[in-house]
């Protein structure tokens, strides 16, 4: 395992400038779900987004949503503790007799 926590992995994402904190209030109704969309949609995924304070039908709700954590190929290296994607399955096609690795680039 790569992260000992979702909170490790978290604070990875963020010292890699993968992770933007979303702090203010947003409605788990339709405000996250529009603001995802247009995250997800950008050039190589986006941003993973952690919304720190989201709203339950006008209630705050203690806890907080993360969206898009494995929205990038770089992201979903860092969740399998490897340096590229194509490293993962260069790993996992040596395991497997007569399989060559394909790349994920």
């Given at each position: 395992?790569?992260?000992?926590?979702?909170?490790?992995?978290?604070?990875?994402?963020?010292?890699?400038?993968?992770?933007?904190?979303?702090?203010?209030?947003?409605?788990?109704?339709?405000?996250?779900?529009?603001?995802?969309?247009?995250?997800?949609k950008k050039p190589g995924g986006g941003q993973a987004?952690?919304?720190?304070?989201?709203?339950?039908?006008?209630?705050?709700?203690?806890?907080?949503?993360?969206?898009?954590?494995?929205?990038?190929?770089?992201?979903?290296?860092?969740?399998?503790?490897?340096?590229?994607?194509?490293?993962?399955?260069?790993?996992?096609?040596?395991?497997?007799?007569?399989?060559?690795?394909?790349?994920?680039?």
């Open positions: 395992m790569a992260y000992e926590s979702y909170a490790e992995f978290l604070d990875a994402l963020e010292q890699a400038g993968e992770l933007t904190r979303i702090t203010e209030p947003l409605a788990t109704e339709l405000e996250i779900t529009e603001l995802a969309d247009r995250e997800m987004l952690l919304i720190e304070q989201p709203t339950v039908n006008g209630r705050v709700s203690p806890h907080p949503v993360a969206i898009n954590m494995m929205g990038s190929v770089m992201r979903v290296a860092m969740a399998l503790g490897a340096e590229s994607v194509d490293a993962v399955a260069a790993e996992l096609g040596s395991l497997i007799p007569g399989q060559a690795a394909h790349r994920h680039s």
